[in-house]
């Protein structure tokens, strides 16, 4: 399995690593496939992400995407966040291996889940549906 430089490079020096004490959301996910872990936490100001840090536990690709994904997401508004594809984060890292692509929904899916916390906490109400991803092929628990 070859990851290109820009991959290595997150991957060796990823970047907005850690959580915040006093987060306004946070959002952790697991990849059904593998059971690595991604936690997304976001500071939140006037519906706009003004910090976000994370924590994966999880394979090298799953690092560099959840690296990757904190600095495009960083000021940019809950609705444009929410606009963030799995697809466009392995585009911004120039391609992930194949096998690896199903690594890069965890980035996708953390932030979704941090926005659905944060909105839950100050409207008390979360994203209203559900955006349904590569593994909905797990069906029956
Ligand atoms: S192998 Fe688990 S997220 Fe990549």
């Known amino acids: 399995m070859q ?3 820009k991959v290595m490079d997150h991957f060796a020096n990823p970047r907005n690593v850690g959580e915040f004490p006093d987060a306004d959301g946070v959002g952790e996910v697991g990849n059904p496939a593998c059971g690595d872990i991604m936690k ?5 100001r006037d519906n706009v992400i003004v910090d976000v840090k994370f924590k994966t536990f999880g394979c090298g690709a799953a690092i560099a995407t959840s690296s990757i994904s904190t600095e495009m997401i960083k000021g ?3 609705d444009e966040a ?11 890292l120039d391609g992930l291996p194949p096998a690896k692509m199903h690594c890069s929904v965890l980035a996708e899916e953390a932030i979704e889940a941090a926005i ?3 909105l839950r ?10 955006k349904h991803h590569a593994h909905d092929e797990h069906h029956g628990h």
Do not use: F, H, R, W
């Open 40 to 44: 997304m936490s976001i500071k939140v």
């Open 116 to 118: 659905d916390d944060y």
């Open 121 to 130: 906490k100050t409207t008390g109400k979360g994203l209203e549906k559900k």
């Open 76 to 78: 940019k508004t809950l």
């Open 3 to 5: 990851y290109n430089a």
């Open 82 to 92: 929410l606009k963030l594809t799995n697809k466009a984060v392995a585009e911004a």
